[in-house]
């Protein structure tokens, strides 16, 4: 019924930028949060940032300054743009979405599939 895609990975070189997309879809009455998590190769997953519905942010501390959320209600999309990309950034990025639907009014959390990003010379 619901769906997250997330879309923009890649490799890039240490100090260079990418921009990664995450759009949702289906039967979505309404999205309170978005947000991308990452989770290095044998690491736990971790909170990289979160937007909600009022427009507010929060970042962990390693992206802060580096990476910026934002959003496009008429298209249920997140974007996350990284600059200043370093290898500690590798991972696999995912997008979750706390919406609920039309069909019920309780909020259920969606995630995406992934995307690889590589940061490496």
Known sequence: QVQVVESGGGLVQPG???RLSCA?????FKIYVMGWYRQASGMQRELVA??????????????LGRFTIS???????????????????TGVYYCKAELNTISTPNRYQYWGQGT???VSS
């Open 16 to 18: 260079g930028s990418l």
């Open 24 to 28: 949702a879809s289906g039967s979505i």
């Open 50 to 63: 979160t937007i909600t519905s009022g427009d507010s942010t929060n970042y962990a501390d390693s992206v």
């Open 71 to 89: 959003r496009d209600n008429a298209k249920n999309t997140v974007y996350l743009q990284m600059n200043s990309l370093k290898p500690e950034d």
């Open 116 to 118: 690889q990003v590589t």
